[in-house]
């Protein structure tokens, strides 16, 4: 059975920092592009980064240069650092096993684990 767990989120005042970590099981990581998603409140899921077996990255411009996504094959586990936080960041944060539709858009392949939620607040 799949599971992803995310841990990290919490409270952060705009310009900070926080280290998202998803530890999964039940299906073999290392053959898996990974991804990070965010729900802000009244909103879609979106992807926001992810990053392929090899090791290559890519993210969705608004966290360019802010956020970096990495991985821990030997552990099972994604990370997600996230600097110079915005309010705008404010969401609930998931991850999962990627992959595209016909369409070209990417979902997750797994059961959604809780996410962990992050509010960028004074």
């Known amino acids: 059975q799949v599971q992803l767990v995310e841990s990290g989120g919490g409270l952060v005042q705009p310009g900070g920092s926080l280290r998202l970590s998803c530890t999964t099981s039940?299906?073999?990581?290392?053959?898996?592009?990974m991804g990070w998603f965010r729900q802000p409140p009244g909103k879609l899921r979106r992807l926001v980064a992810h990053?392929?077996?090899?090791?290559?990255?890519k993210y969705i411009d608004p966290v360019k240069g802010r956020f970096t996504i990495s991985r821990d094959n030997a552990k099972n586990t994604v990370f997600l650092q996230m600097t110079s936080l915005k309010p705008e960041d404010t969401a609930i944060y998931s991850c999962?096993?990627?992959?595209?539709?016909?369409?070209?858009?990417?979902?997750?392949?797994?059961?959604w684990g809780p996410g962990t939620q992050v509010t960028v607040s004074s």
């Open positions: 039940g299906f073999i990581f290392s053959s898996n592009t």
């Open positions: 990053i392929t077996q090899t090791g290559v990255t």
């Open positions: 999962n096993a990627i992959a595209r539709d016909r369409y070209g858009d990417y979902y997750g392949k797994a059961d």
